[in-house]
């Protein structure tokens, strides 16, 4: 598996209402895209920083993913997702390596990416994404 950059950092918000104006204002980074991915029940707002992208995520259940981590932990980052060319394979060769997966195979995530979680359980304790075109 090869890694070229960080794709993204997610970070848990409460409101993307709340949080995109602070990155906009305060940060002076600008919101290129807001989407809503439903199979994650979550609606998300992109900024750029070089090649790396913050991914805001705000829950639209209080039963979802988002949802439960806002309501354990509070607001803040949830996950660290890592470019890489091809995410079955990646996903494949972890789990040789004995990690444990989220995902088994990849699926779609936000901007159209190919996506596979981690468990934090097998990463210590960071949630971890590989995403990629492929
Ligand atoms: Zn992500």
């Known amino acids: 598996m090869k890694i070229s950059h960080i794709e ?16 906009e204002n305060i940060l002076g980074l600008k919101c ?11 609606k998300t707002a992109f900024f750029r920083v070089g090649d790396t992208k913050i991914e805001l995520l705000e829950s639209t259940d209080p039963e979802g993913p988002i949802g439960k981590f806002i309501e354990n ?20 060769e972890l789990e040789q390596n004995g990690v444990r997966l989220i995902d088994k195979t990849g699926r779609k995530g936000a ?15 960071v949630l971890t994404e590989v995403c990629g075109k492929e």
């Open 8 to 23: 993204h950092i997610g970070i848990a918000v409460k409101s993307l209402d709340e949080a995109v104006p602070f990155y």
């Open 73 to 92: 932990k509070g607001p803040g980052i949830h996950h660290i997702a890592y470019a890489v060319e091809d995410v079955n394979d990646s996903l494949t």
């Open 111 to 125: 901007e159209g990416l190919n996506i596979g979680f981690l468990h934090p359980k097998s990463t210590l304790g």
């Open 32 to 42: 290129y895209a807001i989407e809503e991915v439903t199979d994650q029940r979550v």
